[in-house]
């Protein structure tokens, strides 16, 4: 969801450099590669294994032209009686790297399921390194212009703030016609993204999926499963958004547990006492008051911050967004949140600042690296392409945010996407529109969803699961984005077993997380494990940021 946050944008920056640093310290660049029709596997990275395949670029009209899918395995360690094919990972977004996701987790995302499959990320078509790739800008320079408002701007910031994204979501839309000379924008959506999920299945050799998408590679998933229901093998969504949300653009059920989050936050750290939590106070409503308190006062007055690589101002978006992101992994960043809202209560913004700090943009102007941190720009292509045509008028727009808010009080910062999607003319009138489910898939799915998710309530999952007769959901019992953002080795063990023997748990399981909101200073943010546990624990955690950073500047 936090799509501008500058939280996110950090991770992308590592993320970018990271897979720079690996480029450098290999002989291996994607531009080398020839997409075929077949699987032609390259060294690359460190220990992977590179291919482009060759796609329709319109599976309706072969002769429209092709589009070439960056595809990245960590390779199955296995006997080869006991090979069970290829895995296909989604880590969201849309827009969300599978090459570096892969990269990154690959080992860990085996120590999970089993070293029996090859663990395959690929970057959807229009995504990184796979092309034709989506751009709106055509320069860094002209993006990072255009990026100055980084956050979700607060549609509670100003009078105008629908109104002031609306103009700018015309001018996305715009620029998208516009720059849309080669006529393949129109191309990148879920549906063609599904189809391509079978040509690299089939390029293994194998029918039948086996794939684990989280937060938006749940749609994806959910959208294979209603349009081949006799090529599923064994498919996990996880963290999952609700189809017809998806597809309608309205994501206003979307917000139905985004104030549990928050809540958990308010109740954890008054549990937890001032040691634990630095924002505590006696009571929940105290802390309540406190936080409501902070959001007015830095509405009123913003802080200006300086630090000797950049300087930035600290408001009401800013602060929103901080806590959002928050929201996705209360595990790992609650007790952050706690202290950056402490210092802040208290005039001093360097902490939270700190944690969102980029360096001023310089353009590289002589890289030889292809572009390929377009998450921005693929995001936009894909969730508005896939979704009704929407031509909300501010009047409208402003009329829907109204029913948003009584939903949720994070209605300000979600309620953008629309808003986004409202310039957007480039759709395929052949584009799937549903049924969003099928009676008869040749293997049930695994649905997971948690008790509170900020952004994929508990609704969704359950209503995937219904709409796939024999699928089964998990749940959860904790706050945070999709299981990687509450970690369970209870969850984690039930994935396993799934992948590993078709095993679905009994309907109705719940499971709990093990770690804990705020850790004790002179304590563990886990409960007591044994060995095997703990390595589970740590390699979903080791999933879990490699989730993020292939994901930043995310929607969902």
């Not at 498919?235 to 059920?253: E, I, K, P, R, Y």
């Not at 950049?310 to 806590?323: A, E, H, I, K, P």
């Amino acid at each position: 969801m936090a799509l501008f946050g500058n939280f996110m944008k950090l991770l992308a920056v590592i993320a970018l450099v990271s897979s720079l640093q690996v480029l450098a310290n290999s002989e291996f660049q994607w531009v080398k590669l020839h997409a075929t029709e077949e699987l032609a596997w390259t060294p690359c990275y460190s220990g992977l294994q590179c291919s482009f395949l060759t796609v329709p670029l319109d599976y309706a009209s072969p002769a429209t032209g092709n589009a070439s899918i960056a595809i990245a395995r960590y390779p199955a360690k296995c006997k080869k009686s006991e090979y069970r094919g290829p895995l296909l990972i989604n880590p969201g977004g849309p827009g969300g790297s599978g090459v570096d996701y892969v990269v990154d987790s690959g080992a860990s995302i085996a120590t999970i399921i089993g070293e029996q499959y090859d663990i395959v990320g690929f970057d959807p078509r229009g995504v990184s390194y796979s092309t034709p790739t989506v751009y709106l800008f055509e320069t860094d320079a002209e993006r990072a212009l255009w990026s100055t408002n980084t956050l979700y701007p607060s549609l509670n910031q100003s009078a105008d703030a629908v109104a002031q994204q609306w103009a700018r979501g015309q001018i996305l839309g715009q620029l998208a016609v516009n720059r849309n000379e080669k006529n393949y924008i129109q191309y990148m959506t879920t549906d063609n993204t599904a189809r391509d999920m079978l040509r690299i299945t089939q390029a293994f050799g194998y029918e039948k999926l086996q794939y684990w998408g989280v937060s938006y590679g749940s749609v994806l998933g959910s959208t294979f499963a209603a349009m081949f229901p006799d090529k599923v093998g064994r498919v996990v969504v996880d963290g999952v958004l609700d189809m017809q949300a998806w597809f309608s653009a309205n994501f206003t059920s979307e917000m139905l547990d985004t104030d549990q989050v928050l809540q958990t936050f308010i109740d954890g750290c008054a549990a937890a006492g001032p040691d634990a939590c630095a924002f505590h106070a006696p009571t929940s409503t105290e802390i309540t008051a406190k936080l409501t308190a902070l959001f007015s006062s830095i509405k009123v007055q913003p802080i200006p911050v300086i630090t000797p690589i950049s300087y930035g101002v600290v408001d009401y978006t800013v602060l929103r967004n901080f806590v959002f992101d928050a929201f996705y992994t209360p595990y790992a960043l609650f007790a952050t949140l706690a202290q950056s809202l402490s210092d802040l209560a208290k005039g001093d913004a360097k902490t939270l600042y700190s944690v969102t700090e980029l360096p001023s943009f310089e353009c590289e102007c002589n890289t030889t690296t292809p572009f390929h941190a377009n998450i921005y720009e693929a995001a936009l292509a894909i969730a508005c392409g896939d979704a009704t045509p929407v031509n909300d008028t501010v009047v409208e727009l402003q009329a829907l945010y109204a029913s948003e808010r009584a939903v949720s009080t994070f209605a300000d910062l979600w309620g953008n996407w629309r808003i986004r999607c409202s310039g957007w003319q480039l759709h395929r009138d052949d584009r799937f529109k549903g049924p969003f489910g099928a009676p008869n898939v040749s293997f049930p799915l695994l649905v997971i969803g948690n008790t509170a998710d900020p952004v994929a309530p508990l609704v969704g999952a359950k209503a995937t699961a219904g709409a796939f007769p024999g699928s089964v959901l998990l749940t959860i019992d904790a706050p945070g984005h999709t299981s990687l953002g509450a970690p369970s080795t209870c969850a984690l063990g039930y994935l396993r077993e799934y992948f590993q023997n078709g095993t679905l748990p009994a309907p109705g399981t719940m499971c709990q997380p093990d770690d804990v909101l705020f850790p004790p200073t002179n304590g563990t943010a886990t409960r007591g494990l044994d060995a095997h546990r703990e390595e589970l624990l740590m390699a979903g955690r080791t999933v879990g940021q490699a989730m993020r950073r292939a994901t930043a500047r995310k929607l969902v």
